[in-house]
């Protein structure tokens, strides 16, 4: 690989990390409205999205420690947005589970979140949007180098 080229993929990286955190926070306004902080509903969602989880597995998920997704999964059980059920298999383990109210909520702010996003999209003319459409292309391949089988 040339100079060039290493030194161009070095700064598109740091560029496309940085506009991705950018539209993320951006998008996590919408997310005030659920009455829940970020930590949580990004666990949730990892619930959510699992169908069922043990705690370890989601602190892995969630790249934080074991203690912490405790005190995180007990604050979505008080807000019964989860549920904890003993493992059929194991019983010393603990399954979490997202109760209705919890995939409910979950789902109104993913909603509330497109939407923000959908209104800064159409303020864009045609030809952003056919470059937006080849870059989510280009984003998928490289999210796929970057997600383990």
Do not use: Y
Request: cysteine-free; proline content about 3%.
């Amino acid at each position: 690989m040339s100079m060039k080229k290493t030194r161009d993929s070095d700064q598109l990286a740091s560029e496309l990390h940085s506009v991705a955190i950018r539209l993320l926070r951006g998008l996590r306004r919408a997310d005030q409205a659920s009455g829940s902080t970020a930590p949580r509903l990004s666990a949730l969602s990892v619930i959510v999205f699992s169908g069922s989880i043990t705690l370890g597995a989601l602190a892995e998920a969630e790249q934080v420690r074991p203690p912490t997704m405790t005190r995180i999964v007990n604050a979505l059980a008080q807000q019964q947005l989860v549920s904890k059920q003993r493992d059929s298999k194991d019983g010393r383990l603990t399954q979490i589970v997202a109760t209705m109210k919890g995939k409910k909520l979950l789902l109104q702010g993913r909603d509330r979140r497109v939407r923000r996003l959908s209104q800064s999209i159409t303020a864009l003319d045609n030809d952003e949007l056919e470059k937006l459409d080849a870059a989510l292309s280009t984003i998928r391949r490289l999210i796929e180098t970057l997600t383990p089988d």
